[in-house]
């Protein structure tokens, strides 16, 4: 069965830093992966997703994020974090025909140190 | 830019009461997806529908929720009757059929079961 994992629950970084949220996958195709972002009380906004073709893929907000199939992972980075940048993010992998299906981590909340 | 609208925003009612979310999908996605989000948690799909007929409704407490998407455009779920444990964030969610499919969210309704 597809499952995501976010070992990190909480993560704090002071605002400058760098910041590498982890994500972990389990799906037996080659997945659709998705990163979004959910400010409190908020829906959920897209960061950035990978479906194909180049690994390191760009997203907004000045996030990237690096598939690699050997450790089945799906890292979220940001060279520099910003204080706005404080808020939940959830990695998820899109399962079934055309990633119909989306299967979610149980998110990592990022604060900012100021 | 074109955004998945759902009201209210919050809702409060006491247990044993009957509560209804609306979404209105962006404007020529054929799939929508109604979300429960647990606080802490990241969400789970409860139904999801390709045009007027549901796909997946396998999460979906039947005994007590119903969701109907009639003339394949908008969509109400219905929680009757609440109970406590369903206090939850309700997203609605909605995406093309065409290629990789790729969510976006609306703001969701906070329910608060009393």
């Known amino acids: 069965a597809q499952s995501v994992t976010q070992p990190d629950i909480h993560i704090t970084v002071s605002e400058g830093a760098s910041l590498e949220l982890r994500c972990n996958y389990s799906y037996g195709a080659t997945p659709y992966l998705f990163w979004y972002v959910q400010s409190p009380g908020q829906g959920l906004q897209l960061l950035l997703k990978?479906?194909?073709?180049?690994?390191l893929v760009q997203g907004i907000k000045g996030f990237e994020a690096e598939f690699k199939r050997s450790q089945s992972s799906f890292n979220l980075r940001k060279p520099s974090v910003h204080w706005s940048d404080a808020a939940e993010y959830f990695c998820?992998?899109?399962?079934?025909?055309?990633?119909?299906?989306?299967?979610f981590g149980s998110g990592t909340r990022l604060s900012i140190r100021p | 830019e074109a955004e998945v609208a759902q009201s209210p925003r919050y809702k409060i009612t006491e247990k044993s009461q009957a509560v209804a979310f609306w979404c209105d999908p962006i404007?020529?996605?054929?799939?929508l997806y109604w979300y429960r989000q647990i606080l802490g948690q990241g969400p789970e799909l409860l139904v999801q529908f390709q045009d007027e007929s549901v796909v997946d409704d396998s999460q979906l407490p039947k005994d007590r929720f119903s969701a109907e998407r009639l003339k394949g455009v908008d969509s109400t779920l219905k929680i009757q009757p609440a109970e406590l444990g369903d206090s939850a964030m309700y997203l609605c969610a909605s995406g093309t059929t065409s290629g990789a499919n790729t969510q976006y969210f609306g703001p969701g309704t906070r329910l608060t079961v009393l």
């Open positions: 998820a992998v899109g399962a079934g025909n055309s990633a119909s299906k989306i299967i």
């Open positions: 990978y479906f194909s073709g180049d690994t």
């Open positions: 404007s020529g996605h054929a799939t």
